[in-house]
């Protein structure tokens, strides 16, 4: 019999948390080195962006704990969905944080490079593995056809998210802060799509982009 420290081990293995955890110290020690070479506090928005991506997952650990322990308590699943979806375009949007690179001595230009791609990378898996978590549930209790729904419209919400948070500066709590305003403000770039190309375009590019790393961790997982 496995006892609660084996369980719990193999619970965060199948939630790819090691790995997480791994690239997550790798962008932290590069931010780090950085600050004491430089003494400067630039990119540590990515600290705090990096922070914001750990959010939707560990609510999908939240959701598949609560699955395995009281699987009956679906409102609480429900609830627990919302808030993930709610944050889940923070994780992706580290991807964006390439928008503020530039040259900043005395730290060599492409030391800054990997320093945004690294998070960027870590954002991208953890917005991967937790979206993989979520389809998961939703594959068990609705069935396979829902959980791809659920998962594309996922993505393409993710993509709608990032842009707003990247070019219209709203965050996660804006949804329940100023629900009607944020509304009004998607209704309108959706409604006149003509005189807002960068919208559509940026967001079906990277809903695609989201959608293509997806089935490739899909895919590998499968294999092994």
Same mark, same amino acid.
């Given at each position: ?11 965060? +293995? ?11 110290? !790798?962008?932290?020690?590069? $931010? ?20 914001? %991506? ?46 503020? !690179?530039?040259?900043?001595?005395? +730290? ?5 490079? *990997? ?5 960027? $990378?870590?954002?991208?898996?953890? %917005? ?18 829902? *959980?791809?729904?659920?998962?594309? @419209?996922?993505? %393409?919400?993710?993509?709608?998210? @990032? ?23 998607? %209704?309108?770039? +959706? ?19 989201? @959608? +293509?790393?997806?089935?490739?961790? @899909? ?6």
């Amino acid at each position: 019999m496995s006892s609660p420290l084996q369980k719990l081990h193999l619970f965060l +293995v199948e939630h790819s948390f090691y790995p997480l955890v791994l690239s997550s110290l !790798l962008a932290s020690s590069f $931010f780090a080195w950085r600050y004491f070479y430089s003494g400067s506090t630039n990119y540590i928005n990515l600290m705090w962006n990096l922070f914001l %991506a750990w959010v939707p997952y560990g609510l999908s650990l939240l959701a598949a704990a609560l699955k395995q322990l009281k699987p009956n308590l679906w409102p609480l699943l429900l609830l627990l969905g919302l808030g993930w979806l709610a944050f889940f375009p923070n994780a992706p949007y580290l991807v964006t944080d390439f928008y503020h !690179l530039g040259w900043r001595p005395p +730290v060599p230009f492409w030391y800054d490079i *990997g320093l945004i791609a690294v998070f960027a $990378f870590t954002g991208c898996f953890l %917005a991967i593995a937790s979206l993989r978590t979520m389809h998961i549930l939703v594959d068990q209790y609705l069935g396979s056809v829902v *959980g791809w729904l659920f998962t594309l @419209v996922a993505l %393409a919400l993710a993509g709608l998210g @990032v842009y707003l948070g990247r070019f219209g500066r709203w965050n996660s709590w804006d949804l329940l802060l100023h629900p009607r305003t944020l509304l009004e403000e998607i %209704a309108l770039q +959706v409604l006149n799509p003509l005189d807002n190309m960068g919208f559509i375009g940026f967001t079906l590019m990277f809903t695609s982009i989201m @959608v +293509v790393f997806y089935l490739m961790f @899909v895919s590998s997982r499968k294999r092994g």
